[in-house]
């Protein structure tokens, strides 16, 4: 067990050189570090255990902190993070703070082992051990100062403790797994599920004709209340770890600051109005810290932020068979092949494991049934609980055929070498990896995106890239753009405008006309995020075969290229800044160099019109408007709605002031 271990460290270790930090990361660190502070407000859209383990080693460094600003938490945490690592030394603080969050990726292999030997045998340890060291998601996430492997470690502990204590009752047990369930809860909003799981798994226990007590026989009463009674003493102690994390306190900021926008406001975006109230109660008797609630509000509503992009299409919602799909893209053929054989397994009767088969079977497919209904379709990361019970099942299920045939124990063992090999030649870049039925990871951006494909990582390598081929001139339309400081690593690439970078107000130099080699994410590449045709202003690249793959993720160009609508949404951009900042002649001028290089575009229009309308030439701006409404309504309008309404407010306004001057 120790060799593979130490192999998967070593593993992580490289990938962690080899890459920079990654879209979510910097302010994943930086929360980290204010909450060892007492800023819990920076980012409560996820619970403070990864980030507070994970900073730890930060807090001995003299480290350069960027002042608070009264901005809405998401961007200042944002704007914030990238600030704190790229004002210091990025590299070391990210090396730092990754090795550390790997622990908990290392403890949930540990406890696998420990799952699968004791359910299975020893021989299923060691094949569990094989398939989740060389699995491509938890390689991926592993060391990332994100909460997936933390929450798929706890979530597993506290399945893992739950089966020995029906084994076995004790209060030893019970306490181990309440423990195991409270250090979940303090991982990641989404482990409250670890409720339902334990509660269905309890009632199966109840009704179970075996009674697991020792050999009395306890009646489905008296079975019903120690269950029950179990559960809410789990319950209580899971609770109490959280608030402990939180450091027993409820408000999420010191030091006089407040959440922006505050708890009523936050509670208003979530959609189901029993959910609201329900949140509204934990936040007014204090039941939970003001963060965690705060946070569990966000990730109710964050789900309807973001398109889908499944096989080449983009969707402008959720789509409920993202994560069945997209598990054939991003998972080994080993683990598909292993599965299916499972499945075989356990239908005809050879795994004669019934209670084991429920533990694990079970989570997973809550898991994954909540995941398929609530929408966050951004990358696999967001199931890779379901990945590690299916792998010790799987293992469970593969010892029993291994165990009197040779042939079978050939077969697993060449399968698990298939799959070192596959994923091992993905290095470093185990985030965009496909397997080979879809092409591998040159083009997993086909079928999937966001963090699937890639997660803004390859700076490094963009780097040497241009410095092996003495580049100087370039452009670069770069995923991380904004998130990240991207002028901190001297890339002599002009950045093109992204979805993020117009968010964060990051300028870009576009013109509408380009010579390569011009440099694409993966991400951008998809075109997800600004929508399909005619939407994304980089949607030719996709019809062209790229010259080259830097880490297989950011793809090369070169040829001539015009770009009208990525140079007019760089003008607009500019004429925000300007405008923010009152430079008024500067931003007007701005907008019509926009607007005159993309009349048809919806946001290009509506920037006119916000010019216009700070200049008070509100008759002029109208017809800018009313041309922006219509084509939000008539150009792709799923994916333009969040203009409409905003646009139809501006109109009626100006309705009401003509009737007003003129009754």
Known sequence: ????????????????????????????????????????????????????????????????????????????????????????????????????????????????????????????????????????????????????????????????AFYRYVQLPSARRMALTGLAAGLALASKHSAVLVFPMLSILAGIEIFRRESADSGLQLSVGKRTARYASVLVIIGLMSVAILWATYGFRYAARGNGLQLNPPMEAQLAKVPSPTQARVLHEFARFHLLPESYVYGFAHVLFSADDFNSYLFGKSYPHAVWFYFPVAMLVKSSLTFLILLAISVWVIASGRLQKRREVLFLLIPPLIYLAVSMKGGMNIGIRHILPVYIFLAILIAGSVSVLMKNSRRWKFAVVLLLVFQAISVTRAFPNCIGYANEAFGGPKNVWRYVSDSSADWAQQLHAVKRYTEERHIQNCWFVYFGTGVIDYDYYNIPCKLLPTVESIWLGTLSDATSAIDGPVFISAVNLTGFEFGPPPLNPYEQFKALKAADAIDSSVFVYEGHFEIPLAAALAHAQKAAVFLAGNRLPEALQEAQQAVALAPDSAAVNAQMGNMLDAFGRREEARPYYATALRLALTKQPKFQHSLVAPLEQRLAADDDRAQKAHP
């Open 1 to 160: 067990m120790a060799g593979f271990i130490l192999l998967f460290a070593i593993h992580l270790a490289l990938i962690s050189h080899a890459n920079t930090i990654t879209w979510d990361e910097p302010d994943h660190i930086y929360s980290g570090y204010m909450s060892w502070h007492g800023d819990f407000g920076l980012n409560p859209e996820h619970p403070p255990l990864v980030k507070f383990i994970a900073t730890l080693p930060l807090l001995s460094m003299q480290l350069k902190v960027p002042e608070l600003q009264d901005r809405p938490y998401r961007l200042q945490a944002v704007l914030g993070g990238r600030d704190f690592i790229f004002h210091n030394d990025a590299d070391k603080i990210v090396f730092r703070a990754q090795m550390v969050a790997s622990i908990f990726t290392l403890l949930l292999l540990v406890i696998a082992f420990l799952a699968a030997r004791e359910m299975f045998g020893t021989t299923a340890g060691f094949l569990a051990l094989g398939l989740l060291v060389f699995d491509p998601t938890l390689l991926a996430h592993g060391a990332l100062v994100t909460t997936d492997a933390a929450q798929s470690c706890f979530l597993l502990a506290s399945i893992y």
